[in-house]
């Protein structure tokens, strides 16, 4: 009985990381996207120079 916990035990956490994986994968696109728009959507500063449109 005990084998059979284990192997079950393992499976949940195999499912769980690979989850938790893809939902980092998806995460690390959007915050991709979101920084390759700011080059693309940039107001202009000070003497006509374009900043950047986040504050860091």
């Known amino acids: 009985m005990v084998p059979l ?3 079950l035990l393992l499976a949940l956490i ?3 990381l690979g989850f938790a994986l893809k939902i ?3 995460i690390a696109i959007i915050v991709l996207v ?4 700011g ?3 940039r107001s202009a500063g000070a ?3 374009r900043g ?3 504050r860091w």
């Open 52 to 54: 950047r449109w986040y």
């Open 5 to 7: 916990l284990l192997v």
């Open 47 to 49: 003497g006509g120079k």
């Open 34 to 37: 979101v920084w390759l728009l």
């Open 24 to 26: 980092l994968w998806w």
């Open 14 to 16: 195999l499912f769980g």
């Open 39 to 41: 080059f693309l959507v």
